[in-house]
Every structure is written in structure tokens, then in C-alpha cells.
């Protein structure tokens, strides 16, 4: 993620907070991780939304050849535009994302001790440890649906739910072996298997190219 771009958007958002006497601060939790915004109104019927979300956790997936444990850091700065028709509660909510989200993905050997790799089997003692990284583009565009106004005339407590897709574009995927201790043959030939082993894993990942977003929170106003 372009840190200058994010710190910039968040400014940005601090400076219009100041700038206005109604705010609302929402906190959340979903698909995007734990979540804090601020809501600020643009004009009638239309609120700009600022915002981070951040989780981690870890789970378990594999490519038609191997095994993995995969490692999932959420880390995303909003600015949204929230639009009320009618003055309902109901709103449209466009804007982008400043993407920082990336998976750590570690090639799990079999219970007999061995990597299979583009139909080829090693053994994992010679051959080290299978380390890769999926990264996403920087900056997606988001288009979603919500329910909740956190700058509703009414004060105090404000429940919201969000339901959208954050459009991250295709995965950038790297895997490599590190620490292989088989004759240099043998570890060419590893090398080339598991560049084929990369394409598959990124075929796993293209189903991350349209992330999602659920979210439900709570809002205060002042």
C-alpha cells in the first residue's frame, strides 16, 4: 500500500471532520475485519465516510497438488460516499479503498514428509521449506448497499449494516523454495515445478479479485 496516498485520505478526512459540527463514528465488524469511521455530511441526503478496517487469521487450503497454510492480513483506509435517497435509511455507498490486504501462504508437506509439485514428489527435508505471498492492487474501487444514517437527526446510538464488493483485480502471487539440499539437478528441477505450482496458486487466489464486504455496526452521533 502507498502509505503517503492512505495518511493523505486520512487528513483529508480529519480535516473535513473539523470542519463540520455534525459527526457520526461508527465502529464495526465483518468481512473487512474490525472497523472505526467517521461520518461527516457533504450536502443533503449525501455523507462522506472515512474509515480502517484490520483483522488477521489463519486457515487452511490447498491447490490441486499441495497443501497450504495460509495467513490473511486485512488492512484497508475507506473514503465512501453515502447517498440516502428519500432520506431513508436505506443509502448507495461508492467510493475506493486503499487496499493493504495480502495473504502469507506456506506449503504444507504430507504426513509421510513429502511435497507433490507439478505431479513430481520430493522429499521436504531436501528440498526446504515452501514460502508465497498473494498481494492485491493498491487502490479498488467499492459499490455497495447499506442500511443506517450514523448522521440521523436523532442523537445517541445507531445501528448500520453494510453489503458490497471491493473490486481488488487480479492476485499477485510469488512462491519460492528456500533452503533445498539435493544434488543442483535436483534443485533446478524443483525450481521449475514450483514456478507451475505458482500458476495454480494463482488460480486459488483469483477468488479474492472481488472481495466481499459485509459489515454491521454501531453508530454515535454528536
Not at 82 to 107: E, L
Not at 170 to 184: D, E, H, I, Y
Request: with cysteine; hydrophobic share 40%; aromatic share 10%.
Amino acid at each position: 500500500m502507498n502509505k503517503k496516498i492512505a495518511l493523505a485520505c486520512l487528513v483529508a478526512g480529519l480535516s473535513s471532520v473539523a470542519a463540520h459540527a455534525q459527526v457520526g463514528v461508527t465502529g464495526s465488524l465483518g468481512t473487512t475485519g474490525l472497523g472505526a469511521h467517521v461520518s461527516v455530511p457533504v450536502m443533503p441526503n449525501l455523507n462522506a465516510r472515512f474509515g480502517v478496517n484490520a483483522l488477521r487469521y489463519n486457515y487452511d487450503g490447498s491447490t490441486s497438488d499441495l497443501d497450504y497454510d495460509f495467513k490473511l492480513k486485512l488492512r484497508t483506509f475507506d473514503a465512501l460516499l453515502d447517498y440516502f435517497p428519500q432520506g431513508t435509511g436505506f443509502r448507495f455507498t461508492g467510493g475506493i479503498v486503499f487496499n493493504g490486504n495480502k495473504i502469507d501462504a506456506v506449503g504444507r508437506p504430507t504426513a509421510a514428509g513429502t511435497y507433490t509439485l507439478n505431479g513430481r514428489t520430493y522429499p521436504a527435508a531436501a528440498a526446504g521449506t515452501l514460502d508465497g505471498r498473494i498481494d492485491f492492487r493498491n487502490i479498488a474501487p467499492y459499490l455497495g448497499i447499506g442500511w443506517g444514517n450514523a448522521l440521523a437527526k436523532e442523537k445517541g446510538w445507531k445501528f448500520s449494516t453494510d453489503l458490497g464488493v471491493m473490486i481488488q483485480g487480479s492476485p499477485r502471487t510469488s512462491l519460492s523454495n528456500v533452503g533445498c539440499t539435493a544434488p543442483a539437478p535436483l534443485c533446478a528441477q524443483l525450481a521449475a515445478d514450483v514456478a507451475a505450482e505458482n500458476i495454480r496458486l494463482n488460480d486459488e487466489a483469483d477468488d479474492f479479485k472481488a472481495y466481499p464486504v459485509l459489515r454491521f455496526g454501531a453508530s454515535y452521533s454528536f
